[in-house]
């Protein structure tokens, strides 16, 4: 009988036998072996060698860090791969498709258009909410993805957990709850929900709060079941060696990185103030990213003069519902100190 979890992949998934390296059979045994099967470089160095295809070690640590176990974590080289590797496991192309919420992340579409999957977009609110009723109302049996960012990029606030939980109930999909900025704001994580539904998966990164988007590292967490299939069409070796050990080092700052998430909330407020005095700055959005958005006059004009005072922003007005607007990211003390010189500057021409 198809498993719970089974009926969200695609059936020919299911029949692939996935590629195995001949050291996966025997990595368990910790022996000192002589390794004459990947037709690698004998000669030693940080990188002469494969790295481990299922990162156990990475997992181990990621997963206690996290609270949960290491066989219900799937690691990608960033959220991005992985948002493409669950769209090919469970979408089938000219038939399935995805559901988005925009003003969203840009990626989901993106890569299920590479895969030629539809995508269905359901609008955010007036207020950057989910607009539940409409979500549901416009799922079918085809719906095999919904992709709920939040802290929602690039409007900077998160949803309403009642909402997000309702979906995550009545969906009839998978529901990826992607968590890249989830440090930035006090809301709590959905990872605890992980043991009550089979459809859920979360997704946060190593990109924005931890640092290394220069590593590219994603983490997405499921139900042990559900993380298995995905393995299924993992590419063998989809996290390098220099990846996974300088995650491994990160692991151990994070101390300096909860100091550094605090500094970013608290320039956050402090720019916030101040955008507040720069008079074709007409809305700030509420934030709960390291970012915010906001609506100005003219957000060609506005983003053209910043680059020519060498400050570069995100001119977001191809978003639904946010014309005339700015992304503008939180940087160091004297970064936005800059910014906010530029601002004055522009304002006063
Ligand atoms: C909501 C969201 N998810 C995922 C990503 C990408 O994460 P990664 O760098 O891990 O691919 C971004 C990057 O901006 C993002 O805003």
Same mark, same amino acid.
């Given at each position: 009988?198809? $498993? ?10 299911? &029949?692939? $036998? ?7 059979? *025997? ?5 000192? !072996? ?5 037709? &690698? +470089?004998?000669? $030693? ?8 295809? !299922? ?23 960033? +959220? ?7 769209i ?5 192309? /000219?038939?399935?498709h ?8 840009? !990626? ?11 995508v269905? &977009? ?10 539940? $009723? ?5 799922a079918?049996?085809? +719906? @095999? ?7 929602n990029?690039?409007?900077a606030n998160?949803?309403? *957990? ?18 890249? =900025?989830?440090e930035?704001?006090d ?5 605890k ?20 988007? /220069? ?9 042990? &079941?559900l993380? %298995? ?12 060696s220099?990846?996974i050990?300088?995650?491994?080092k ?5 101390d ?6 605090? =500094? ?17 700055i ?7 990213? %390291? ?7 003219? +957000? ?14 995100r ?8 014309? %005339? ?5 939180i ?13 004055? @500057?522009?304002?006063?021409?």
């Amino acid at each position: 009988m198809k $498993s719970d979890i089974q009926r969200f992949f695609r059936k020919s998934l299911l &029949e692939i $036998s996935p590629y195995k390296s001949a050291r996966e059979e *025997y990595i368990d045994e910790g022996r000192d !072996m002589i390794l004459l099967d990947a037709n &690698e +470089s004998p000669f $030693s160095s940080t990188t002469n060698r494969y790295p481990d295809p !299922m990162q156990s070690d990475l997992k181990e640590e990621i997963a206690s860090w996290k609270n949960v176990e290491s066989d219900q974590l799937y690691l990608s080289n960033g +959220s991005d791969e992985f948002i493409s590797q669950i769209i090919l496991s469970c979408c089938e192309p /000219g038939r399935d498709h995805i559901i988005t919420l925009p003003p969203t992340f840009g !990626m989901y579409k993106v890569s299920a258009r590479i895969h030629g999957v539809e995508v269905k &977009e359901v609008p955010l609110n007036q207020d950057f909410q989910l607009n539940t $009723s409409a979500i549901l109302e416009s799922a079918d049996e085809k +719906s @095999k993805i919904i992709f709920i960012p939040t802290p929602n990029n690039p409007t900077a606030n998160s949803f309403e *957990y009642i909402a997000i939980k309702k979906i995550i109930e009545e969906f009839p999909g998978l529901v990826v709850v992607d968590e890249a =900025y989830i440090e930035f704001t006090d809301k709590e994580s959905l990872i605890k929900l992980l043991s009550k539904y089979s459809n859920l998966i979360i997704c946060q990164t190593f990109s924005k709060a931890q640092g290394m988007a /220069g590593i590219r590292l994603g983490m997405a967490f499921a139900q042990a &079941e559900l993380i %298995n299939y995905i393995n299924r069409i993992k590419a063998p070796y989809n996290l390098n060696s220099l990846t996974i050990d300088a995650a491994f080092k990160r692991l151990r700052e994070q101390d300096q990185i909860r100091k550094n998430v605090n =500094y970013l909330i608290r320039e956050r407020k402090r720019i916030v103030k101040l955008l507040n005095e720069i008079s074709f700055i007409k809305k700030i959005y509420p934030s709960d990213a %390291n970012f915010v958005l906001v609506v100005v006059d003219n +957000s060609d004009l506005r983003y053209k003069q910043l680059l020519d005072l060498n400050i570069v922003v995100r001119n977001a007005s191809k978003n639904l519902a946010c014309e %005339n607007t700015l992304r503008i990211s939180i940087g160091l003390v004297k970064e936005n100190n800059a910014l906010i010189t530029a601002l004055h @500057k522009m304002d006063k021409q």
